[in-house]
């Protein structure tokens, strides 16, 4: 769709389970009927204090599936583990991202 | 440090565009000017909201001519140049852009990969590609890192990997043959520095530098990002916003949904040999070793030697 602002193009993102049609341009945000209702309604759920801990017996909850990688990608596919993710090495990376290396 | 004459003249050249219809600025006068880069392939200078780039010597006036033209039809994807063709300057090729704020190096969090995504898939989307643009330089230029490699490096223990993954690629993917592809509008040097808000600070996000602007393998200006990906160099959450967004803008280069990576699995072992080789190159030159992402990049080239390429479903090469 277009945006009623400025015209260009609109995306939509999944945030939490809403379906947001956010503007590539202006970066407006247009929510559909019923959709400000259900950020609200995840907003309150967030101030809430947590639930109460699951029963002992049960499963680990599924893991987020890792998005597909080459057989030649770092080890465990470019998920978990050996990565250079956090702290200085994700800076380090990003940066050499800034270039053409 | 003492300007170069090219320097020199291109900093003149910032400043009259920058003062275009008024009145001459006084010299020094005090608007805000600053080197942005001085590199053997390129130098740019910004004098006020001017930019003014010193193209690689061996650049074709005809193909960078052509490539402005782009640039000028396409200004809700590429930043439009000042000037329709490059004038010369010491025996190089002078364009003049208005400046943009680039991304910002200290902040990851805020880097527009979803921008660069849709910008991308509007890219490849056009049509008609503006008339008798040369193939986009991305194979070129990954064969250029390559011969450097070589040339320079021969008895790195790097090299050996970077030179067994490189022969593990198909021709094109060489630019020693042409490119399966030779109608879809591509980049051909896509990272996070060819992304500028214009106008500054806050405007729309647009790519920069046509150099390597042409017709070719789309997948190629998804490579850059796959490849760091595949390294274990890119989060996860990062190349999926970055896939997604270029998927939900319809981008041709990869398939609706589904893997990836029987597309994306050339380029991105091509855009790794190159960094692998530049790094190396790099490293030798500067007399130290490879760090721990030149050494990420190293490795995957080592892994490549025993895993043949997957082919992409519209590839014949």
Known sequence: MQCPKCHAQMHTYNRNGVQIEQCSNCRGIFLDYGELEALTRLESQWSQPAPPAPPAPQAYPAAPAAPAAPAWGAPHGGHHGGQHYGGHHRQKSFGRMLFSS | MTATPLLAGLTARARAQ????????????????????????ATVVRHADTVAKAHAPDTALDDLTLRLTAATRLPEVLLPPLGPTPTPLHGRLVTCWPYGTPVDPERPDAAPWEEAATLLALLHRTTPVPPALPPMRGPAK?????ARLRATAPHHPATPAVLGAWRTLPAWARAEAPMPDTTTLCHGDLHLGQLVRHPAPHGPWRLIDVDDLGVGVPAWDLARPAAWYACGLLPPDEWTRFLDAYRAAAGPAVPPDGDPWPALDVPARALTVQSAARATAK??????PLDEVEQALVDACARMGSVPPQLARTSTT
């Open chain 2, 18 to 41: 920058a003062h275009t219809g008024g009145t001459p600025g006084p010299t020094p006068c005090s608007c805000g000017a600053a080197t942005l880069a001085d590199r053997a392939d």
């Open chain 2, 142 to 146: 990954a064969a250029l890192a390559v």
């Open chain 2, 283 to 288: 490293a030798l030159a500067e007399d130290r």
